[in-house]
């Protein structure tokens, strides 16, 4: 059944390794393989499906404008679709948010932004050294895998991945924020001042670490005080997955750049942005050129997502959801055993079983898809579970999953 994938595919797939069917068909939190068994979506495409697989009212706009011989590529030149999604950012993100930024279309991942990103704040800054933190997860290209962690991607590189110096997240057992400050008031600290600290307000591949609001003032207040540019990577942790549309808003603060991708397209098609306070928007034309940042059904889609947001109320319905699985995880999973630890925020959650046996989290990715439950592991030695349906899915989904998920860890804890 797998010949031609094992056969012609590139050995360097994984999640197929994980999910060992073929998939066809996809609705809201369900996905459907070749020969019709329903699955339960905890992964939502690593975050780039929050309003759901086949959104209805999003993928009618994007079928609309295919079917009517509308352009599909124009590179970066201006067209109606593009014209569109500009204004529609501009009235129902930044003129409500009160945040005034240039957008900048880059190349279709996420990690093609978080380049931009980097490359934008060095310019500026004409400094080489950019501090990421501990459990950083930026991408897979050279420049984003230099402010990325783990031991594994990096050995990818095979070649020196410079100019990022790391600091201990939120959470650590050290002080990272005093640490930071005793690097850079230090002039005998040895570390060259950053052009850019980046970070996740969630990192999510590095286990469901949440940072607190005090935290990432301070960041914020540090950035200020030494010429900084602050960059918040919200790919994977935007578009409402913690309960705002941005993920830094519960802090109160403005980064002075974000990043944007997976779900920003409203329906899963590759799109990444740089959102750039303007004073720092330098690039010359063409310095940071790519032919497909004119995806043009992404803008389609990214409209209507953001209209979908607004309409379905997201924010009301991700607060209503993230009760639901806390109220599950406290009174079901986690009295299963007293080292499983949980993290998380909106609906981004982590079942930590590292304290049991790090091992223990992979294992339960497979039991849980024998049960027909999709879900990750994450974070050092992938010791961690995590839930992270479609913002979209149904309660009852919802619980019906979360009752996988304890039968589950109730098996992974009884073995051990
Ligand atoms: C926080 C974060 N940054 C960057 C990336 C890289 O995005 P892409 O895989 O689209 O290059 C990811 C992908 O998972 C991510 O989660």
Redesign the pocket.
């Known amino acids: 059944m797998f010949d031609v994938f094992e056969k012609r595919e590139s050995a360097v797939r994984s999640y197929c390794r994980k999910y060992p069917v073929v998939f066809e068909k996809a609705k809201n939190a369900e996905i459907f393989s070749v020969d019709g068994k329903r699955y339960i979506d905890f992964l939502a495409v ?2 780039s499906v929050n309003y759901g697989h086949n959104n209805s009212y999003i993928k009618k706009a994007v079928l609309d404008y295919l079917s009517e011989d509308n352009i599909i590529n124009a590179l970066d030149m201006y067209t109606q679709a593009k014209e569109d999604f500009l204004r529609t950012f501009e009235e129902l993100v930044l003129i409500p948010k009160n945040l005034d930024y240039r957008i900048m279309c880059c190349g279709a ?4 932004a ?1 380049e931009a990103a980097l490359k934008l704040s060095r310019k500026n800054k004409k400094r080489t050294n950019v501090i990421a933190f501990s459990g950083a ?5 050279l420049g ?1 895998l230099a402010a990325t962690t783990d031991v594994t991607s990096r050995e990818g590189a095979s070649v020196p991945l410079n100019n990022v110096t790391f600091v201990p997240y939120c959470g650590s057992k050290f002080d990272s924020v005093a640490y930071l400050e005793e690097i850079l008031n230090d002039d005998h600290s040895g570390i060259d001042k950053p052009a850019a600290i980046i970070l ?1 307000t969630v990192q ?2 590095g286990g469901i670490n949440v940072a607190t609001v005090q935290w990432l003032k301070d960041i914020r207040r540090i950035c200020t005080e030494h010429d900084i540019v602050m960059i918040v ?1 919200d ?3 935007g578009n409402g997955r913690t309960g705002t549309f941005f993920s830094f808003e519960r802090a109160g603060i403005v980064p002075d750049m974000v ?1 944007l ?2 779900s920003i397209s409203g329906l899963g098609l590759p799109m ?1 942005l740089v959102l750039i306070k303007p004073e720092l928007d330098i690039f010359r034309p063409a310095e940071h050129n790519g032919t497909f940042r004119g995806n043009q059904l992404a803008f389609v889609g990214c409209k209507a997502g953001l209209e979908f947001f607004k309409n379905s109320k997201m924010e009301t319905v991700v607060a209503e959801k993230e009760k639901i699985i806390r109220k599950y995880i406290e009174k079901e999973i986690l009295p299963l055993d007293s080292r499983l630890v949980h993290r998380g925020i909106g609906l981004i959650h982590g079942i930590d079983l590292s304290g049991i046996n790090p091992k223990l989290a992979i294992e339960g990715v497979h039991k849980a898809f024998d049960k027909n439950v999709i879900l990750e592991v994450a974070g050092r030695h992938d010791g961690t579970l995590k839930i992270m349906p479609p913002l979209t899915i149904e309660e009852n989904v919802l619980v019906e999953g979360l009752e996988i998920l304890k039968s589950v860890i109730s098996e992974l804890v009884s073995e051990k």
Do not use: L, R, Y
């Not at 991942?109 to 093609?112: I, K, L, Y």
């Not at 997860?137 to 290209?141: D, I, L, P, T, Y």
């Open positions: 690593a975050g991942t996420g990690t093609n978080v997860f930026h991408g897979m290209s984003s996740e999510a591949e990577d790919i994977q942790v990043i991708s997976k990444s």
